[in-house]
Structures are given as structure tokens and as C-alpha cells.
């Protein structure tokens, strides 16, 4: 059975700051890290494969810049057997539409993949896009906001997963290949890599893929491909300062309601 | 605000990186700072689960060759290990002092044991099941390693050993989790003129008949990790105990200190990036006047000073474990040829002891001068300085070797043999 990763390499949210002129990110200098949330993907995918009976192979899949390497030898040293970083001028300036081609093309490329396991979203842009997109590139089934994985069932061509929504969870099945993003739940503490992990990982393949490699016309990636343009990017302006009312249930609902007589607001 | 960030691991290789972001990973979730000020307050029993953190990280003994239980790590891999925990652990012992005992004399151990004290000893040892240290101090003196008054009578297959260790790191940890110590014993007659002649080396395992451990010291600092020592009264050790060769005992204990020195300058530099990004962040805040203390150039050029001395010394640490890396590849060549191919070991020998002078004290001062920069909070143990001077201290006084030490090594290998002061 074969696994595909999709990860991104993000600036350190903790470490982001907006130039207040131009309004970009600013990048330099900012550490970059694994994507949390592809970090648990890649978590869920080992996870899986050591509770499955038969053979599993994991592949870690970026698109980036060269240095996004670093972030693919994580990957290798938490557990993925091999990685690919699709990585070339052509795909610079991709937006969601944009980088799900690229990604999707590399899948396809791959060949026989039974599950695509994504973050649900990334914590640098939060567009929650790219793992749908892959799906709608590929046509096949996709599962979003996926807190666990309970079966994967080559032989019946069916996923069995835990998908949170905003009443609880519910439990579904889906049909194989599919794309799964994957949302971790509160508490969630990825596997930190040892030493020894490390060191094994320098043994393991990370090859790099480029337009070359993925084929079609350049018009389809990067920039020229990207459906979206991105006029500015701010800070939301704070909220203020909120009230804070610590009273019993019945006399705050009652200081509420006051409030908000006052304002207008009923 | 965003935090200061006053490191650059662009020169790292990838697996180096992931070593410090495994640390941080580690310490965030199971060593935060506040753990770190509260142990060294609270003292020994080292933690336990520090031990176990350490070991499963695979952070204890990474130079030991893989064959032997170890990662295979070079020095320069090793260096970025320590100072990452010198960075998460500014008391310099609770994670990186232990790993700098453990790992320093642990692999100068390991080069000359057989294999039984290899499998009993040191491979449960990076596993974090058993303890391994150094015992060279003795009452009468540590910095005169060759001044030693111990002794060893050969008696059929066994040796017998008498004397005294004292101010030993880890013998409270070596009693609860088993395991021993190097230790210098002589076991020819004292040559006035080349007194480091006959001592040689045994490993001694803690719970042997006639080892009596002593009671712990209460010391400044490095509060988690106990000092202490041990009588040893007609303590039998099987010949296959012994390290190496009979006599040699000093240059290899000499081999052990260069190895842990060389952790402990790159602990210190971790340390020293802590102090002044912690500092940094207080003083970009605190403001009095109508300005932040940053902004004054009484704080901010003895900053900067320390900073470019911490920059310097990290240049320094790496040097040196490139060195040392040299050194164990050239081995072979040496033990050919008689001669080095690049470094004479006590031309590096020189260089560990620069960094080993130098950085601890440059830990030391900084954490001096963040708590002048902070006043009463930089004295309080809200804040990790006063932890830090404590812990770091050890270092400029005696652990590892004494800081004139140090200088009459630089002396001798700099102005010559013939203004050795002793001689």
C-alpha cells in the first residue's frame, strides 16, 4: 500500500511580522518549520501503517523553495520511508489552485497511490484549499477536517475515518484512493524525532522534482496558473479592549442584556 | 513582541538542525524554564525523567561508535547537542551537565574498556539505565591531577585499591541507578621528576565491596546533579577492569578531560544565547525614565560586548571540535607514523583549554551583567540568571578542571615548555 504526504514548509507563526508599509509577511531572517497540521497528517499516516498487517510504503511531498528540504528531512526522520520536493522557478507564485496542480501532477506521477494524507489546512495562509483541490485534481474522494484514521481496506477499496464537525464527530467511509486532510485534536503532540532517528534519515532518499519532471505547460503552474491575486496582506486592526463580567450565570445574563440595551445592539 | 532570536543555524547541517529543534521540542514540553530554576532550587534526586528524556532523545554518548551502542556522531555533532542543551538548561546541569559527564568520559571510557564493561556499563549507560563518571579529585588536591595519592597493589589476577575521591559529580545518581567511575590509582613507585608516570586507570563499578560512598556537598549551584565522593578500602577489581595499559593512566585521563572540556564550552555558549536573549527581551520592554533599558547605552554596549564575545566563542567551540574530529580520524596515522598528521593532541589540548577557560566565565559574566541590567528581578529566581551564575560558576571554578589550570596549559604550548611555573 502506498501513502503520499503532502507537507509544507511555514514561517514560525510564532516568529511572524507584517511590514506595516507594504503589508507583506515579512520572511527574513523568520525560522521555518513543518506545517503543524501536515505534521500530524504524517503522524496519522505512520501511525496507521504500524497498526496495518501488510507492507506500507510513506512518501513526503512538498512543493517549495530549495531550503524546504528542511522540512522534508524532518519528515523522513519522524518516519516517512522517502520524500520528493518538487521545487523550480515555474512553480513560484502558486497560489491554492496552483499548487494543488503541481501537487496532483506529482501524485499522479507516483502512481498507484491509495491514500493522500494532508493537513487540514496550512498555518501560514489557513485557506483549508489545497487538499480538496488535489482531490478535484485527481477525481477521487476526499475527507476533510479527518481527526482519525480507523481503517484503511485495500481489498474492499474503502477508507473508514473519524471527521470532527461542529456538533462532535461522525464516523465515514470512503471510497479508496482518496485525499484526507487531517485536523489534530486539542492535546495532539506530534513524535519528536530522535538522534537516532536522525541519523537514519540522512540514509534515506529525498529527490528533487522539477517542471521537467512533471510535464504540461508552464501557463499551468506558478503565477500563470494561480486563479487568485493577493492585493494585500494585513493585520486585522485589534478588536479592543473586551468586558469582562465575573458574576453568577443569572446576574451576568443580566449585565449582558443591560450592555447590550445600551449599545443599541438589541 | 517578538522574541529575540540570537542564533543563525545557517552553518548547521540539516541532521544538526533537527538535533536542536528536537531539543526545544523536548524541553518545551518536559523541561520549561521554570522546571529548570525549580530543580536546582529543589536539589538531587536528579530527575529521573530528565534521565529517560535524555537517553530516548539519543543525546547521551552520541560519539560511540553505532557497533558499540552509540549514534557515531563526530564532535562537531556532538557540540551542537550540547550547546542546545546548555540553551534549554542554563543551570549547566541537570540536562547538560549530566549529558556532558556522561558523554565526555563516557566515550573516553568506552575507547579502553573491554567488552564486558561495555555491555554492563556503558551501553545501559546511553540507554539512561546506569551511570558513568570521573573520580580524579582527591582530598589533597584535583588540579594537580598527577599528585595523586591512591594506590593500586597488583594481587593475582585482581587488583586491590586504597584511597580517597572526593568532589565527584554524580555519585548519588551512580548509587540509585548503578554503575561506576574512572578512577586513577598508582600502581608503581612516584618518579619526583615525572610524577604522572604509573597511575593508571580502572573502572570501578559503584556497588564493588570496600567503595563507601560520602555524603553529598551542599553546593552554590547545579543544584539537581550531586557532588560528593567515595573512600575506597581494599576495593578488589579484576584485571580486565583496568583501561588501556598499565601506566598510562594520565594520558588518557587527559584525552577524557579534552573530550568532556569541549562539551562544556559548547554548553556554555548555549547558556550565554539564553542569557542574553532573555535578557534582551526584558530590557526591549522595561522601561524607566520614559525609555526601555535597551535604549540606554550603559545596557546596550555592554550587550553588545557580550554578544560579539559569544559569537566569538561559538567560532572558537566549533574550531576546536573540528579538531578534535581530526583527531580520532588521524588516529591511525599517528599511531603509524609516532607523528601528527595535522594537530599534536596537545596543540588541541591548548584550544579546549581557551574555550574551556573562556566560555564558562563569559556565561558566568553575563548572567552577572543581565542581573545588573535587571536589577531586583534579574536577582530573584523569577528569572533564570541567578540559576545560571550558580550552575556556571562550577565550571570557571573546578569542574572539568580549574581555570589556571587552563592558563598554565595555553602558557606552556604558547611561551614553551621552559616557563612551565612548576618546573
Known sequence: ?266 | MARTKLSDDRDLTEEQKLFKESINDWAERNFPLERVIRINREGHPFPQDIVEGLAELGLIMGTVPEEQGGMGLTWSDQIVIAEQLGYIDPSIATAAGFMAVETGWGFTINRYANEEIRERYIKPAIQGDKFVGIATTEPKGGSDVAGFESTGEKDGDEWVLNGEKTFISGVEECRRMGGGYWVNVRTGPKIPEAPHKNMTAFFVPIDTDGVQPQEPYDDAGRGSLSTSGFIMEDVRIPDEYMLGEEGKGFYYTMEGFDNARILIGASSVGVTRRILEEAADYIKERETFGRPLAKYEGIQFPFVERYIELEASDLMVKKVAKMQDQRYDEEGWLERTGKAKTYKPTEIAKWISMIKYKVPHLAKDTADDAMHWLGAAGYSSEYIFETAWRGVMSYCVGAEGGANIQKLVIARETLGKDYIPYK
Not at chain 1, 47 to 70: N, W
Not at chain 1, 164 to 191: N, Q, S, W, Y
Not at chain 1, 192 to 199: F, G
Not at chain 1, 218 to 243: A, F, H, M, N, Q
Request: hydrophobic share 40%.
Open chain 1, 1 to 266: 500500500m502506498l501513502f503520499v504526504v503532502l507537507v509544507k514548509q511555514v514561517p514560525d507563526t510564532t516568529e511572524v511580522e507584517v511590514d506595516e508599509e507594504t503589508g507583506t509577511i515579512i520572511r527574513e531572517g523568520v525560522p521555518s518549520v513543518l506545517n503543524a497540521f501536515d505534521e500530524f497528517a504524517l503522524n496519522e499516516a505512520i501511525d496507521l501503517k504500524e497498526r496495518m498487517d501488510e507492507d506500507v510504503e510513506i512518501i513526503a511531498v512538498s512543493m517549495g523553495p530549495p531550503q524546504a528540504k528542511d522540512a522534508l528531512k524532518k519528515c523522513l526522520a519522524i518516519g516517512a520511508d522517502s520524500a520528493i520536493l518538487l521545487t523550480d522557478r515555474v512553480f513560484a507564485g502558486a497560489d491554492t489552485w496552483a499548487t494543488a496542480v503541481t501537487l496532483g501532477r506529482a501524485v499522479k506521477k507516483i502512481g498507484d497511490v491509495d491514500v493522500v494524507f494532508a493537513g487540514q489546512e496550512a498555518s501560514d495562509g489557513n485557506t483549508a484549499q489545497v487538499g480538496p483541490e488535489v482531490a478535484a485534481q485527481l477525481g477521487i474522494s476526499q475527507l476533510t477536517f479527518v481527526a482519525d484514521i480507523e481503517k484503511v481496506d485495500k481489498e474492499s477499496g474503502h477508507i473508514i475515518c473519524k471527521k470532527e464537525t461542529d456538533e462532535g464527530h461522525v464516523r465515514i467511509k470512503a471510497e479508496l484512493p482518496a485525499v484526507i486532510a487531517c485536523m489534530p485534536e486539542p492535546g495532539f503532540e506530534p513524535k519528536i524525532p530522535n538522534v537516532r532517528d536522525i541519523m537514519k534519515a540522512k540514509k534515506k532518499s529525498l529527490d528533487e522534482w522539477t517542471f521537467e519532471d512533471l510535464g504540461g505547460d508552464e501557463e499551468e503552474y506558478g503565477l500563470d496558473g494561480s486563479e487568485s491575486v493577493v492585493i494585500r496582506t494585513y493585520s486585522p486592526p485589534p478588536k479592543g479592549e473586551g468586558i469582562k463580567i465575573e458574576e453568577k450565570p443569572e446576574i451576568a445574563a443580566e449585565k449582558i442584556i443591560e450592555f447590550m440595551e445600551e449599545e443599541g445592539l438589541l
